[in-house]
């Protein structure tokens, strides 16, 4: 079993940055495909960005160029967003799968089985 603790969320000014967190127990991160997932009010669960258990990096266009995923740890992710917009306000959900998965693969929430309980970015004057 794995339990994901996100953190790093808050409040931001557009064009701000704010650096996410997601700590993970019970499993470390290097045999694991890790992912961040977010929801604004009213939408779905849209993807953001995944690495998987090779290391390989995959973002949604509507993030590429300003957010980054790493593995800062065997047992600590983050996402970098840099250039925040006011269409990235919403809850930020970190997500971890021990299967292994490759580009859009790695894009949908039914891919991964773990979930953390998210965290509140908020892109706002």
């Known amino acids: 079993q794995v339990q994901l603790t996100e953190s790093g969320g808050g409040l931001v000014q557009p064009g701000g940055s704010l650096r996410l967190s997601c700590a993970a127990s019970g499993r470390t991160f290097g045999s694991l495909t890790m992912g961040w997932f977010r929801q604004a009010p009213g939408r779905e669960r849209d993807f953001v960005a995944a690495?998987?258990?090779?290391?390989?990096k995959i973002t949604a266009e509507s993030v590429k160029g300003r957010f980054t995923i790493s593995r800062d740890s065997p047992n600590t992710q983050a996402l970098q967003m840099d250039s925040l917009r006011p269409e990235d306000t919403g809850v930020y959900y970190c997500a971890a799968t021990g299967d292994y998965c490759s580009g859009g693969g790695c894009a949908g929430a039914t891919t991964y089985r773990y979930w953390g309980r998210g965290t509140q970015v908020t892109v706002s004057s």
């Open positions: 690495i998987n258990r090779r290391g390989t």
